[in-house]
């Protein structure tokens, strides 16, 4: 059984079909790459499994249990996490906040509850470095790290939910070259763990190199879905425009 199976998945807005009868799977410790142009539906799939929409069509099985009538939190409490774009961290509160922000540690002194930030710390560091996650210090302000190491942040916090599935929207789209290799490596220490990720990216230099597959989504349906090894990214490029295999005749008059 697949970790993630969507099937014949529909989204209309008014008259917009978004999502026409998508379908594919994620398996346990796999990445699938989810590609396609602006547009194409990749954001409104995303919401769709997330919870934030209800699909007019079509079922999404997570475990083999459906998805659809569940709201997003139970989803989060099923296993599905999603890091988006914006990364949602609070900038002025330091990494060991920010990992656990929300759901903060808390001890009971004379019968009041506090903030534990000791152990949030603590715990913090462990997980930053079971991560690999090259973070000078837990204690530092989120909104001064850099690019790469506020994603590190938000894959940490992710992490400390127990997903079974990551979703990242475009994870390297601002970052330097260095560190979109260090982006790249904590998803694989994801795979390693089991962990099933969807990443979605405008750069197929990264997609080809940390996907297992590669779904090509155009105008609300998948029109490729291909182990990484049997396509190119010539052919993807061709998916994702449209283009058809015969050279274009007079496209340069
Ligand atoms: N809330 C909404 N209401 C109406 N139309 C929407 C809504 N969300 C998305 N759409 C439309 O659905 C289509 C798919 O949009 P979506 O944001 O999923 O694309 P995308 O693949 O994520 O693109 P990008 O790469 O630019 O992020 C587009 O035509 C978009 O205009
Ligand atoms: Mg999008």
């Known amino acids: 059984m697949s970790l993630l199976e969507l099937k014949d998945v529909r989204k209309t807005f008014g008259a917009i079909e978004a999502l026409r009868g998508v379908a594919f799977s994620?398996?346990?410790?796999?990445?699938?790459?989810?590609?396609?142009?602006?547009?194409?539906?990749?954001?409104?799939?995303?919401?769709?499994?997330?919870?934030?929409y209800r699909p007019d069509g079509g079922d999404i099985l997570f475990d083999g249990l459906s998805l659809v009538d569940k709201d997003p939190g139970a989803i989060r409490q099923a296993g599905i996490e999603m890091i988006y774009q914006?990364?949602?961290?609070a900038r002025m509160r330091d990494v060991a906040a920010n990992i656990f922000l929300g759901r903060e540690l808390?001890?009971?002194v004379l019968g009041v509850r506090l903030i534990d930030s000791k152990r949030m710390r603590a715990e913090?560091?462990?997980?930053?470095?079971?991560?690999?996650?090259?973070?000078p210090s837990v204690a530092q302000m989120t909104g001064q790290l850099s690019g790469g190491q506020q994603q590190s942040?938000?894959?940490?916090?992710?992490?400390?939910?127990?997903?079974?599935?990551?979703?990242?929207?475009?994870?390297?789209?601002a970052l330097a070259v260095r560190e979109v290799e260090h982006v790249l490596d904590l998803i694989q220490t994801l795979?390693?763990?089991?962990?099933?990720?969807?990443?979605?990216?405008?750069?197929?230099?990264?997609?080809?190199?940390?996907c297992d597959r590669i779904v090509v989504l155009r105008q609300g349906a998948v029109?490729?879905?291909?182990?990484?090894?049997?396509?190119?990214?010539?052919?993807?490029?061709?998916?994702?425009?449209?283009?058809t295999d015969a050279p274009r005749q007079g496209a340069h008059p």
């Open 26 to 52: 994620v398996e346990e410790g796999s990445v699938v790459g989810l590609v396609g142009d602006n547009g194409a539906g990749k954001s409104t799939l995303m919401k769709t499994i997330t919870g934030v």
């Open 86 to 89: 914006d990364l949602a961290l």
């Open 106 to 108: 808390t001890r009971t």
């Open 124 to 135: 913090a560091e462990a997980m930053i470095a079971r991560l690999g996650a090259r973070i």
């Open 153 to 173: 942040v938000a894959i940490a916090r992710a992490l400390t939910f127990n997903p079974r599935l990551v979703i990242m929207d475009e994870p390297t789209a």
């Open 191 to 210: 795979k390693t763990r089991g962990i099933g990720v969807i990443l979605i990216s405008h750069r197929l230099t990264d997609v080809f190199s940390v």
């Open 223 to 243: 029109i490729a879905d291909d182990a990484t090894r049997d396509t190119s990214m010539n052919a993807v490029v061709a998916h994702i425009v449209g283009a």
